[in-house]
């Protein structure tokens, strides 16, 4: 089984590039992590101040964990949180009874 997280920013105006950067610091540490399976960052075709971040975890005491490390509070928390207009995070688990 693996448990999903995907985020959706909206940034404040001219702040994409700020959060972009964060972000890729963010993902290179995150994908170090025990657990985590995929870290991606992708931003709007049609909208440059959209970002959303899918992240694959094993477990979601895995998630947890990542939430918990220092990356997270340091760029996430302190660094990109700061810059959104708006954040919506949805976490998911796989459908039970449907093969992959």
């Not at 991606?40 to 094993?58: K, T």
């Amino acid at each position: 089984m693996s448990y999903a997280v995907v985020a959706r920013y909206l940034t404040r105006p001219g702040k994409e590039d700020e959060v972009l950067t964060l972000l890729d610091s963010m993902s290179e540490a995150s994908r170090q992590e025990p657990g985590n399976r995929q870290y991606r960052v992708h931003q709007g075709a049609g909208d440059p101040r959209v970002v959303v971040l899918y992240e694959e975890y094993d477990s979601e005491a895995d998630f947890e964990a990542h939430c918990a490390t220092d990356h997270f509070q340091r760029y996430v928390l302190g660094g990109v949180v700061p810059l959104l207009e708006s954040r919506d995070v949805v976490r998911l688990v796989p459908r039970e009874g449907v093969s992959a």
